[in-house]
T-cell receptor, first 112, second 113 residues
Framework: KAGVTQTPRYLIKTRGQQVTLSCSPI?????VSWYQQTPGQGLQFLFE???????NKGNFPGRFSGRQFSNSRSEMNVSTLELGDSALYLC???????????FGQGTRLTVV | QQQVKQSPQSLIVQKGGISIINCAYE??????FPWYQQFPGKGPALLIA?????SEKKEGRFTISFNKSAKQFSLHIMDSQPGDSATYFC????????????FGQGTTLQVKP
């Protein structure tokens, strides 16, 4: 079974630009969550989607948004990038009724 | 109420020794406590998890001890190996919806040969 796939692996963007990251969950998993990982703040929850609906949301500004498609693939978008948005963005998927969450390798975003 | 506090921030252990990482949580409604292991350049991988109805869970060299009254839980790595060198994160969430994990700050473990 293929794992959680995140694309791209690396991104360099300029302040003020916007960026879209993609996550393909494990086949059959309908829940997709996004996390931001930084050295200072650790792993912080961004949002979770289940069956195309946002089910949970973390404490991030509205510049961070996401969506989920009917095939469970998910995208997250960050608009008006700031230097502080530089981070590893991780996606995790889980199966309905199961507790285990599986992470992808992440997308390393650098804002210059 | 949503915080999970993890200590120590870093840990150096000799090969064959015991590594101990501690976590404390605030929200008593949490009922699922996983530990994740992360190697550089990789995403976190689920190591072991426990629910509050048991006080200890063991899988190979990894053991979780859980103290519900103190709202604390810990990871013990027995016979630590250099290959265990990684960052470890504890987390807390609700078993009914594990899509939102609240993570501790992480512990960087170095096992010296």
């Amino acid at each position: 079974k293929a794992g959680v796939t995140q694309t791209p692996r690396y991104l360099i963007k300029t302040r003020g630009q916007q960026v879209t990251l993609s996550c393909s969950p494990i086949s059959g998993h309908r829940s997709v969550s996004w996390y931001q990982q930084t050295p200072g703040q650790g792993l912080q929850f961004l949002f979770e989607y289940f069956s195309e609906t946002q089910r949970n949301k973390g404490n991030f500004p509205g510049r961070f948004s996401g969506r989920q498609f009917s095939n469970s693939r998910s995208e997250m978008n960050v608009s008006t990038l700031e230097l502080g948005d530089s981070a590893l963005y991780l996606c995790a998927s889980s199966s309905h009724g199961r507790t285990e969450a599986f992470f992808g390798q992440g997308t390393r975003l650098t804002v210059v | 109420q949503q915080q999970v506090k993890q200590s120590p921030q870093s840990l150096i252990v000799q090969k064959g020794g015991i590594s101990i990482i501690n976590c404390a949580y605030e929200n008593t409604a949490f009922d699922y406590f996983p530990w994740y292991q992360q190697f550089p350049g990789k995403g976190p991988a689920l190591l072991i998890a426990i629910r509050p109805d048991v006080s200890e869970k063991k899988e190979g060299r990894f053991t979780i001890s859980f103290n519900k009254s103190a709202k604390q839980f810990s990871l013990h790595i027995m016979d630590s190996q250099p290959g265990d060198s990684a960052t470890y994160f504890c987390a807390a969430t609700f078993s009914s919806n594990t899509g939102k994990l609240i993570f501790g700050q992480g512990t960087t473990l170095q096992v010296k040969p």
